[in-house]
């Protein structure tokens, strides 16, 4: 086997559900720690729910540019054992795959990252530019205590970061074939629509709060919220849960819970949106405070990382390590990119296929593991050949 697909699987067999990392930072730490790496564990969150972060760097000049690597630990559950064909957190090859669980998201990714460390730094040890490693245990959770935390005392100690390579699986038939420089940004909301209670045999002695929040709902549903653009799709809005009612069928509830989601591009903001959302309430008799109450939740910023510096040297890699040329997009979920922008100017995110990720029998190609790494190590180089003038910004 390769150093890459042992790693994967040393990896693979820590049970690291989320906040548990189980012991696999402890282990990329020291496959660092020779290289010249100071690695620090940054714990955060209550005694019930522990996470653990890595801060890992290797300085070999304070005014070299720094590449972080960043990426998660912790995976989701594995759903019913029954439904796996082999043990989820017991690697196993077969039909040229990779089974276990964060076998594609994303620790496949993280072995491959320190194997190309491994060999870069074998070849070019003084080459001009600070590695770091940025990894969280709370990634796939709440991602409150995770990368935010790491970042935030980054930013209080002045750390400059220039580039960043978050490790999410965003390929889709071949590793490399896309990459993403950017994400929609998230932001949910929690609106209590406050009726009167009664007998529905009485509709004048109650108020429906159904039936007050149902122009109100249509007219969201219809709205355009912007027209997106060169590199975001439209603003989304969508309800995920409504709640009402007393399970009875003779009363009209007193209250109406509506959650609801904005998946937005950079042609919005939070706080433009949410202006949106409250005119349009009014405009359909609703008055906030007296009629409802409305809880906002902000997941997470959009950011985009123009073609530039970093994009350039991925698309370079991918191009001469597999001859793909390879797509830029911003669609999907949320990532830990959202935080690692607000202290670094340039941030993608490159890893394997993600066809399996979080489903039941999640796995990843053995052919498209060796490919990651040779193209993280390419990155390396690329970015360490630059002139010593290159500007970190786009």
Not at 164 to 176: K, L, N, Y
Not at 230 to 238: I, Y
Request: hydrophobic share 40%; glycine share 8%.
């Amino acid at each position: 086997m390769t150093a890459t697909l042992r790693l994967t699987e040393a990896l693979l067999a820590r049970p690291s559900v989320t906040p548990a990392d189980a012991g696999c930072q402890a282990l990329i730490a020291a496959r660092l720690l020779p290289l010249g790496f100071v690695c620090e564990t940054i714990e955060s969150g209550p005694p019930d729910f522990r996470v653990t972060n890595l801060w890992a760097k290797r300085t070999v000049a304070s005014d070299a540019p720094t590449l972080v690597f960043a990426g998660h630990t912790d995976v989701v559950p594995t759903g019913p054992l029954t439904a796996w064909a082999s043990d989820p957190f017991t690697p196993t090859q077969r039909d040229g795959k990779l089974y276990g669980r964060g076998a594609s998201d994303m620790k496949t990714s993280l072995a491959a990252m320190v194997v190309a460390c491994e060999n870069f730094v074998a070849s070019h040890p003084q080459a001009p530019l600070n590695i770091a490693f940025l990894l969280t245990s709370d990634e796939e959770g709440p991602a409150d205590d995770g990368t935010v935390v790491v970042c935030r005392t980054l930013q209080q100690r002045g750390e400059r970061l220039d580039y960043c390579i978050v490790g999410e699986p965003t390929s889709v038939e071949r590793t490399g074939d896309m990459i993403k420089n950017g994400r929609r940004g998230t932001m949910s909301g929690k609106l209590t629509i406050k009726g009167v209670q009664g007998h529905i045999a009485y509709p004048h002695l109650a108020r429906n709060p159904i039936h007050m929040l149902a122009p109100a709902l249509t007219a969201l549903v219809a709205t355009r919220w912007d027209a997106g653009n060169d590199h975001f799709p439209p603003t989304t809005w969508q309800v995920s849960n409504i709640h009402g009612g007393t399970g009875a069928s003779n009363v009209i509830p007193g209250t109406v819970v509506v959650d609801f989601n904005f998946r937005f591009s950079t042609e919005s903001t939070a706080e433009g949106l949410q202006q949106q959302v409250a005119d349009i309430l009014a405009q359909h008799g609703l008055q906030a405070g007296c009629d409802y109450e409305l809880a906002w939740t902000v997941g997470g910023l959009p950011f985009l990382t123009r073609p530039g510096t970093l994009v350039e040297a991925v698309r370079d890699a991918i191009r001469t390590e597999t001859g793909i040329e390879c797509q830029l997009s911003t669609t999907g979920g949320t990532s830990d990119g959202r935080f690692i922008a607000q202290v670094c100017p340039q941030v993608i995110e490159l890893g394997p296929p993600n066809a399996t990720i979080h489903k039941v029998n999640e796995c990843v190609a053995v052919a498209d593991i060796e490919p990651l790494t040779a193209i993280y190590r390419r990155v390396l180089a690329n970015l360490a050949s630059l002139p010593a003038t290159d500007e970190s910004t786009p």
